[in-house]
């Protein structure tokens, strides 16, 4: 089973910020918060990972509490192209490299 | 910008057939994997593969599938006897390297399995 929980669904209008969260409150010291998304009937896309430190790329960021049992992905100007289901999914460096998918939030981007 | 494809984008086939699904990972990626997705679920990891063997495989990728690279650039999953169960979207995917600081799977746009 998925080691994260995540909301089922959450809209955002388009041009703001859309802000995901994560609870993973049983992570490890060496596990790794990764990112993906799947935009309906595409193979998944990575977006971001981190391990303690906030990170951020060309696509998002991504925000790690200090305790690291939480994480929010930030898209900061959601577009209609950014609604899909976004994945929390975290993987330690001494694991057999599967990725373990749960259900995901639909994120829903409204005009 | 370099990606995985995919080949064919639907195949629909008898129950009992045989089928070969095609993928083209990235071309300096060194691990591959496959994926299935059953409409409204949830993606499964079927196997994983390096240096031309299983490096692992769930409990699904049973003894009616079989994976192998053929040549330097095709990867493929083929399904022996196909039941209706296996009526999914099978993704493949590929990554550089295999380190949880940087596993960034690049996936395929997927092949949609139809068993009648």
């Known amino acids: 089973d998925a080691k994260t929980t995540q909301p089922t669904s959450m809209d955002c209008a388009e041009g703001r910020a859309a802000n995901l969260p994560c609870n993973h409150s049983t992570i490890s010291g060496n596990e790794y918060v990764y990112w993906y998304r799947q935009i309906h009937s595409q193979g998944p896309q990575y977006i971001i990972h981190g391990l303690k430190n906030n990170e951020t790329n060309e696509m998002a960021s991504l925000i790690i509490t200090e305790d690291r049992k939480s994480s929010t992905l930030i898209l900061p100007h959601a577009t209609l192209r950014d609604t899909a289901v976004y994945y929390c999914?975290?993987?330690?460096?001494?694991?057999?490299?599967?990725?373990?998918w749960g259900a995901g939030t639909k994120l829903i981007i409204k005009p | 910008e370099p990606e995985v494809t995919q080949t064919p984008s639907h195949q629909v086939t008898q129950m009992g057939q045989e089928v070969i699904l095609r993928c083209v990972p990235i071309s300096n990626h060194l691990y591959f994997y496959w994926y299935r997705q059953i409409l409204g679920q949830k993606v499964e990891f079927l196997v994983s593969f390096y240096n031309n063997e299983i490096s692992e495989k769930s409990e699904i990728f049973d003894d009616q599938f079989s994976v192998e690279r053929p040549d330097g650039s095709n990867f493929t999953l083929k399904i022996r006897s196909t039941k209706l169960e296996d009526s999914a979207m099978y993704f493949c995917a590929s990554t550089k390297r295999r380190t949880a600081y940087s596993y960034e799977q690049y996936f395929g746009p997927g092949t949609r399995l139809t068993v009648t």
């Open positions: 999914i975290v993987m330690a460096m001494d694991s057999n490299y599967q990725l373990i």
